[in-house]
């Protein structure tokens, strides 16, 4: 939740057009970089439960966390653009604690759903994977924006 809110702050508050160009390219190189890292994990245990090693509720459960996560994270782009347009127009804007109210709905209905599904015995998915593939786009976009700063401040 942070790291959105965080995105949602260097979307809005940037100077010149060389930056701003590269605050919009952001959430195309966080998307890119979740989706690497989403698939090279979900292979990897897919050749782990092939093996035997785990269940294939994990990946089962590592790609409905990586499908909400996305979803989640589309949420929070558009509610950045709704906020930057708003503000350029002089708008009071009003849609943010729905937009967030709706993410942490979602969130919740993914491991509410993982669980209920574990609860009625069926090995479907794996309650523990669906949250930490949660995390992987909060994690990239923290790394992202972190490196972002660092760039930022070399150039300056």
Do not use: D
Not at 58 to 77: D, E, K, Q
């Amino acid at each position: 939740m942070f790291s959105g809110l965080f995105l949602l702050i260097c979307m809005v508050n940037y100077e010149g057009m060389e930056k701003a160009n590269t605050i919009r390219q952001l959430p195309l190189k966080v998307l890119t970089l979740s989706f690497v890292f989403f698939a090279v994990v979900f292979l990897s245990l897919i050749i782990f439960s092939l093996l035997e090693l785990i269940p294939f509720s994990w990946a089962f459960g590592w790609l409905l966390g990586a499908v909400i996560g996305t979803l989640n994270y589309g949420l929070i782009i558009l509610q950045a653009n709704r906020l930057t347009l708003s503000i350029q127009h002089g708008i009071k804007p009003n849609a943010g604690p729905g937009y967030m109210f709706l993410r942490l709905t979602i969130f919740g209905l993914g491991l509410t759903a993982a669980a209920l599904v574990k609860y009625e015995n069926n090995e479907l998915f794996n309650v523990f994977s669906v949250f930490l593939a949660y995390l992987v786009i909060s994690g990239t976009i923290f790394v992202t924006g972190a490196n972002f700063q660092v760039k930022r401040k070399v150039t300056k």
